[in-house]
């Protein structure tokens, strides 16, 4: 509604601007990407991917490897991994 408030932020957002950091990392192509309106603390200034359920943004990016790939994510103490090797 246009108006600020304190609570716990990330969720899907976490999921994918950690996806969004391992995918620039293995050098694959961003299809979309948009930033949050605010400055968010769980990735660096400008490293954030933000998603909406309610349709709007995403975060898309593309396979440019001539090979297939996997996406290894996990979570250990209170922080999201995502890894991206050649399957």
Known sequence: ?????????????????????????????????????????????????ATSTAGGVDFKFVNTKSYPIQINGEIADNTIHVQIIAA
């Not at 600020?4 to 979309?32: I, W």
């Open 1 to 49: 509604g246009g108006k600020k408030s304190t609570g716990y932020g990330g969720g899907v957002c976490q999921v994918s601007s950690t996806l969004y950091n391992a995918v620039e990392k293995a050098d694959l192509k961003v299809k979309e990407r948009h930033h949050h309106s605010l400055r968010v603390n769980y990735v660096p200034k400008g490293k954030d991917a």
